[in-house]
């Protein structure tokens, strides 16, 4: 079992030193982040610049795993399981420049790890398991180093005067102490300016003395995570008065009204500090304070934040009369999510130098913003915020702020107005208006002529026909427009936003139209990618310039064929585009091909076939007769009518008075009157023993006459007769017979025909061959 354990282990850690990570850019940088990698892969190469194994189970680092990493300027361990380092594992990293060793457990730190890292400038080492930072300086050989995030919540507890030697100026120190409980006295000094420290601390005193050697370096202070119950706490920030900074944070920090006071007093003998913030904070208590402030001079202070600050009893809280005098110098002031319902006359009134106030989610309603803004009050305020608060009248809105001649930007989005009257009164030098997301749902007069930028987006406006001369910017995005605003109302627009309306195209002209635009914004609608859009959108010069988010945001809606097509790729077929010529063109295609249809047909008789089949067919149903039935007449007639002459004066006179005589049956006189001709045709050749063919040039030209013959045909062909007679009355040349007669082509060239002579002698010998063969 022992062999076993060590060979599996062999294997194991074999197995592990050969993992690898792929995932690495073109830049060089590996992300081989949340791999479950157990150590740091093998396969590294001297061209890596940027290493992230955050997030895995790395537990050791060796000497050899970052043997190539000479190039490394990014490495990112933080979020492991490290608690082991070899001294000489970071000695090829001369290059580095940011080293994240944070969220580990490390229970100490070596010198030895940072002696060769020259080029360091970010170090983070927060949130390992570390007591003290070490008996020896950590960071003397860090000359580069700007960036310093140190300490952790669970058991870092000491702070000693050797901990910083080395380093004469930071950009941003962190130190994370909620367990400091010792600070040696001069431990900061040594660090000649620190542009941000942040202070995660709740022991005041150790506070205090951080704060006493930070006196002459620090510029932007800022405590997080501590509370000031009483006076006598806020008085160890004394250091402070006294300070070179001039800006102070409090994050995630209790206040009370004894507290408050006392700090106030210090702060305001701050003689460089020019911006305090204070961000979700609590503050407890309703603004009596029992110090009196007491002030020499005016504050200096120019800049004032507050986000999230609960009050808890905020509706109780005192009209701040006692801040009078601290306000005077203040141009900038931002309370957001406070619950600010109101803003007592008089202290608005003191605001002297006010340029910018953001009042952004509170409790503002009209009455009392009316009160607010009493006159007198923010003489020299140039912008406003007022979004998500209570208002509810634009009319009231914009009456309360009329006599602030200096407001040049309004903000008054999110609010409910709902309706917008025909006419308002607003500040005369108004420039910019957003009244987005209101739900109003059109525009009027009311809104400001002199507006150069205004927003509507998020509204319920179906159209935007308002004349606004002076206007550069409009953003009327989230809306119900079909169609482009019209450019002669803001002839000066520079830049449009429209996008996510129920635009489906624009035209060639309504883009023109817009002479001064430089930006137009209309993507994510539901394009008609129609011929004449695409043809516009996609070779007009220039317009990838002026169309923000193209093409990725161009998305055709509609023909189904390009739907989900970029506009900007998006083909048609040459019958969607042309449809009007595409139908224009299938209709004279069709109309030709019925035209040569047509001349086909006359040329080939098709039409003549078509009424000979049907004939045939016709007489196809009748009941055959019997082969040796009584005929009704010796031989049906089949002439033209020019030929009748010799017809009936020479051949039936020849045949009918013959002894004995011959029954012939000729058209003029046997046919049923009324009778189709057709059926008197094929009943008179069916009655008839022979048929007799009189050919000329005559009868080759006549229809009826082909009728006949082919009627002929049939019977010769489906009974297996000779019943067929050709006389010829003159010559025909075989070229001279219409094609139509191809029965008769066939006949002559098999049947022989009997010629008519012009000779009297031989006209005897003519009558008896045919009268023989009548009998036959």
Known sequence: WIIYLVITANLSEEKATTQVCPSCDGTHFCDCSSMNLSTIPSGLTTDITGLNLSCNSIKYIRETDLLLGVNLRVLLLQSNQIWTIDKESFIFLGKLEHLDLSNNKLTHLSPIWFRHLFSLQILNIRGNLYTTLGENPLFSNLKNLRYLHLGNNQSFSAIQKQDFDGITVLEQLEIDGQRLKQYESGSLTTVNSINHVIMNINDVQVLSGMLEDLTNSAICVELRHIAFNTASESSLLEPMSRSVMEKLVFKNVLFTDASTGKMLNILVHAEQLLELELDNCVLQGTGRWQDPIKIKRKSPMEVVTIRRLTIEKFYLFS???????????????????????????????????????????????????????????????????????????????????????????????????????????????????????????????????????????????????????????????????????????????????????????????????????????????????????????QYQEGIANVLANWPENYICDSPSSVRGQQVKAARLSLFECHRTLAVSLICILVILVNLLIVILGYKLHVIWYMKMTWAWLQAKRKPKRAYNQDFCYDAFVSYSERDSEWVENLMVQELENAIPPFKLCLHKRDFVPGKWIIDNIIDSIEKSHKTLFVLSEHFVQSEWCKYELEFSHFRLFDENNDSAILILLEPIQEQTIPKRFCKLRKIMNTKTYLEWPLDENQQLIFWFNLKTALKC
């Open 319 to 537: 009209d701040l009369s006692s801040l009078k005098n601290l306000i005077g110098n203040i141009t900038k002031i931002t309370v957001v999510n406070t619950k600010v319902f109101l803003v007592p006359c008089s202290i608005s009134r003191h605001f002297s130098s006010l340029l910018y106030l953001d009042l952004s989610e509170n409790l503002l309603a009209d009455p009392n913003l009316g009160h607010s803004s009493c006159e007198g009050a923010w003489p020299l305020l140039q912008t406003f915020n007022l979004s998500q608060n209570s208002l509810g009248d634009l009319e009231m809105t914009g009456r309360s702020l009329s006599h602030l001649k200096h407001l040049t930007h309004l903000d008054i989005s999110q609010n409910n107005f709902g309706e917008i009257p025909e006419s308002c009164q607003w500040p005369e030098n108004l420039k910019y208006l957003n009244i987005s997301g209101t739900q109003i749902p059109k525009v009027t007069t009311c809104i400001p002529q002199t507006l150069e930028v205004l927003d509507v987006s998020s509204n319920n406006l179906n159209d935007f026909r308002l004349k606004l001369p002076h206007l550069k910017e409009l953003y009327i995005a989230k809306n119900k427009l079909k169609t482009l605003p019209d450019a002669p109302f803001i002839p000066n627009v520079v830049a449009l936003r429209i996008s996510r309306n129920k635009l489906t195209s624009f035209s060639k002209e309504e883009f023109g139209s817009f002479r001064k635009m430089e930006t137009l914004d209309a993507g994510d609608n539901n394009f008609i990618c129609s011929c004449e859009f695409l043809s516009f959108i």
